[in-house]
């Protein structure tokens, strides 16, 4: 038996974080089973593990080897959380590992023994059996922590600048960009010679950013925020923004800096506002708050969702393979990620790790190993 971690909220309201033994699966003939060594804890799997629990009030009980978190999500939050409500679900996009057994195709007998990377759910798992083809076998010498987020954050990165080009935008904006996937991106522009402009929150941020190289970088904690974002964007002609905080005000202040930008150089003026197109896509949901705007940014303007897996989808299998092969290219400059601490299962389920990952903070990023302490 294995090992796999699940989250449930019940119909009462109540999330319960669990490890729930499951038979280690047997291939089928397309299939691989991966013993996985690394999975990250991105934010889109926090999501999951976590619904709209509020983390404050998370408890454990139980046993050391069978930890139970419970949480309580917020009446005014349960309506969200219809769709899985008395539902244990597994969790964890992607993750590492090396593959142990192999169903009889070609495809899935040239990966036995191989390390690979894999995305298809339920990664946090001491074992997943996954399809073939959705491995990605990592080049020899690569860890599985070094290969455990090349799918995720590096293809959300390529799809960004690729949306951009499709859209017919030159330049980009980024926000909550000290992120492993902000820091990502930068390298990926400045390879592509892509003008970037990066929002974040706070001095150190920036400071982190410029270390890379970032030349525009908009803090929002300083008091000329929308004067500097504006300047930024003249330089840039940056219509383009992807937005990982979801909530609140600063979506808005985007597409209003974007249209001041574009005013400065108009020719004429307009009451409808500047005639180029301004995008915001909403990606991710750090601010759980509803987002707010003042429609000062004419009507040309579009604000959306924007996520991974559909638009891989619109790309198509040609598409996505140019895309991955970049990705192990540049598996150890481009796209490396970086971890402050390594978790097993157990780990995980503790109040002070909890606690930590569970804020979602810049510079926090947890890399979970199912097999963290058990022999091979």
């Known amino acids: 038996m294995a090992l796999q971690l699940r989250s449930l909220i019940r119909a009462n309201g109540e999330l319960e974080l669990s490890l729930h033994d499951e038979p280690i699966p047997e291939p089928q ?66 993750g590492a590992g090396v593959v142990v057994k192999a169903g009889s195709s070609p495809a899935a007998q040239a990966l036995l023994g191989k390390t690979v990377a894999a995305i298809g759910g339920a990664m946090y798992s001491q074992y997943r059996a996954v399809a073939a083809a959705q491995c990605l076998e990592l080049p020899a010498g690569t860890a599985p922590a070094e ?83 504006t300047q930024a964007l003249v330089e ?37 506002g500047s005639t180029t197109h301004k995008q915001v896509y909403i990606y991710g949901g750090l601010d759980r708050s509803p987002t707010e705007f003042v429609r000062n940014f004419g009507m040309a303007w579009g604000m959306g969702g924007w996520l991974l897996f559909p638009f891989l989808q619109k790309l198509g299998d040609e598409g996505v393979q140019r895309l991955r092969a970049r990705v192990v290219a540049e598996l150890k400059t481009t796209f490396a990620s970086h971890y402050t601490r390594e978790v097993s299962l157990f780990e995980a389920l503790q109040l002070d790790a909890i606690g930590v990952y569970g804020k979602q903070a810049t510079g926090e990023k947890f890399l979970l190993n199912p097999n963290k302490g058990v022999a091979a």
């Open 29 to 94: 003939a397309h299939e691989v089973v991966i013993r996985v060594e690394a999975s990250p804890m991105n934010p889109s799997d926090l999501g999951l593990l976590f619904g709209a629990a509020d983390i404050g009030t998370a408890k454990v009980s139980g046993t050391p080897e069978r930890p139970i978190v419970t949480a309580t999500v917020p009446e005014r939050a349960m309506p969200a959380m219809a769709g899985r409500l008395d539902q244990s679900m597994p969790v964890g996009n992607e």
């Open 236 to 272: 840039t002609g940056a219509t383009l923004a992807f937005d990982a905080t979801g909530g609140g005000k600063l979506a808005g202040q985007i597409l209003g800096c974007m249209e001041a930008a574009l005013n400065r150089t108009a020719k004429e003026y307009s009451r409808y």
């Open 147 to 229: 290969g455990a987020s090349c799918f995720v954050n590096p293809l959300t990165s390529l799809g960004m600048v690729e949306t951009m080009r499709r859209e017919g935008h030159k330049a980009l904006v980024h926000t909550a960009a000290a992120s492993n996937l902000g820091q990502m991106l930068n390298k990926i522009c400045q390879k592509d010679g892509i003008a970037l402009v990066n929002i974040v929150r706070k001095p150190e941020q920036e400071a982190l950013l410029r270390g890379i190289g970032a030349k525009y970088v908009c803090s929002t904690s300083s008091p000329t925020f929308l004067e500097d974002l």
